[in-house]
T-cell receptor
């Protein structure tokens, strides 16, 4: 079956521009997560959605970051006024209830 | 609050030697514990998971991990390293009562011929 997909796979933008990153989770998975992986760093938790519950936004690094999940499926992570320190690989994962996470291939964001 | 500590950002072993990657966690409730592997230029994939059943968990590619509550540890082992095991390994913890999952900083495993 289809796994988690993310688009675009690569995004190069200029400092100060807004970007949108998309995640299509595995159908039927109730939980969806966003992580950031910087060069040589581990996975930094950003946000997760679980069903119709309010998302846990505790990992978002600043108010420039936001995310939404429409219809319990597709999610979009938006970064406004991008900064060079936002350059990283942004990973999306989905999970069935009490199951492990299935990761997408990531979006590599480069802010010039 | 949950946290995960992976001791050693880099571990180097010889081919055929024992692999031991350390993971300690803190959690206020019984946790679920996971090990994920990320091969070069690939996404993360699950190696194994502990979900309160048997404390010794066997995963893919000959890896296993033992949950030790008294030591709050979930170390990953493999009896004999193979060159193809070279990758980055991440330990993760999730409270059984929720979905938030915290990952460790990762340990990069190098395997020498």
């Amino acid at each position: 079956g289809a796994g988690v997909s993310q688009s675009p796979s690569n995004k190069v933008t200029e400092k100060g521009k807004d970007v949108e990153l998309r995640c299509d989770p595995i159908s039927g998975h109730t939980a969806l997560y966003w992580y950031r992986q910087s060069l040589g760093q581990g996975l930094e938790f950003l946000i997760y959605f679980q069903g119709n519950s309010a998302p846990d936004k505790s990992g978002l690094p600043s108010d420039r970051f936001s995310a939404e999940r429409t219809g319990g499926s597709v999610s979009t992570l938006t970064i406004q006024r991008t900064q060079q320190e936002d350059s990283a690989v942004y990973l999306c994962a989905s999970s069935p209830y009490e199951g492990e996470q299935f990761f997408g291939p990531g979006t590599r964001l480069t802010v010039l | 609050a949950q946290s995960v500590t992976q001791l050693g950002s880099h571990v180097s072993v010889s081919e055929g030697a024992l692999v031991l990657l350390r993971c300690n966690y803190s959690s206020s409730v019984p946790p679920y514990l996971f090990w994920y592997v990320q091969y070069p230029n690939q996404g993360l994939q699950l190696l194994l998971k502990y979900t309160s059943a048997a404390t010794l968990v066997k995963g893919i590619n000959g890896f296993e991990a033992e949950f030790k509550k008294s030591e709050t540890s979930f170390h990953l082992t493999k009896p004999s390293a193979h060159m193809s095991d070279a990758a980055e390994y991440f330990c993760a913890v999730r409270d059984t009562g929720g979905f938030k999952t915290i990952f460790g900083a990762g340990t990069r495993l190098f395997v020498k011929a």
